[in-house]
């Protein structure tokens, strides 16, 4: 009951403006890596205020319902009630209801606002876990890979880095530009923390970086150096 009382909830919020944004900043276009999502029109910030209003009382049976849901906004409502609920308790429960129901977790937003509070911070406290981020890189699934990377945002605020540089070494020859920005993404959480451990990275491996990745990872350096690091000048 508590499911279909959410989602009437979450229908309230859309808009037909906010829809039509959506479907463009998604790429739901004909060969796009959204083609087949369906959004509604809900911001972000109404998808968690409903989360945080419901959170508590739902039964895994019920985000079933949430997370299975064909509306992405719906899914990603159910997806934030687990980080909710994994933030108060029961995090193994929590952890390995997200690992069976890795299949809803199926857009750059799912993955980067679920797997480094849910995966990234299991893992960091049960790291004799950690090869499952590893079965993830090599996975057929576009999500399933930026999972493998995005997760290991939980070890760089911990100030660990090996996870992040070895999983992005390894995702380094991945033709999808989504893989290429998570990579770069991490690499420049990594530069903020230590800015010189990034450096020897890119210096390293910067014959295989892709370009996206090297703009992602660089956008925090002084102009001067950013410009270097782009003309390979280092």
Aim: glycine residues 2%; charged residues 25%.
């Amino acid at each position: 009951m508590n499911a279909k009382i959410i989602i009437k909830k979450l229908k309230s919020f859309a808009t037909p403006e906010r829809k039509k944004t959506n479907e463009w900043f998604f790429k739901t276009g004909k060969g796009e890596y959204s083609e087949h999502d369906k959004f509604i029109g809900i911001r972000t910030p109404q998808i968690r205020q409903v989360a945080k209003q419901y959170f508590k009382s739902l039964t895994f049976n019920e985000i079933n319902e949430l997370i299975n849901h064909p509306i992405h906004e719906v899914r990603h409502c159910g997806l934030i009630i687990l980080v909710n609920q994994y933030q108060i308790d029961n995090q193994d429960a929590v952890f390995n209801y997200y690992i069976d129901n890795i299949h809803a977790v199926n857009n750059w937003d799912l993955v980067d606002t679920t797997a480094p509070q849910i995966v990234g911070d299991y893992l960091y406290q049960h790291q004799e876990k950690l090869p499952l981020l590893f079965n993830y890189l090599h996975s057929s699934d576009l999500w399933e890979r930026r999972i493998s990377i995005v997760a290991t945002w939980t070890f760089i605020k911990h100030d660990e880095f090996a996870p992040t540089l070895k999983i992005a070494k390894l995702l380094l020859g991945d033709k999808h530009d989504l893989i290429h920005k998570a990579i770069g993404w991490m690499l420049r959480e990594v530069y903020k923390k230590d800015a010189n451990i990034c450096k020897n990275f890119l210096r390293e491996n910067y014959t295989q970086l892709p370009r996206t990745t090297l703009r992602y990872t660089i956008e925090r350096m002084p102009e001067s150096e950013r410009l270097r690091y782009l003309k390979k000048e280092f």
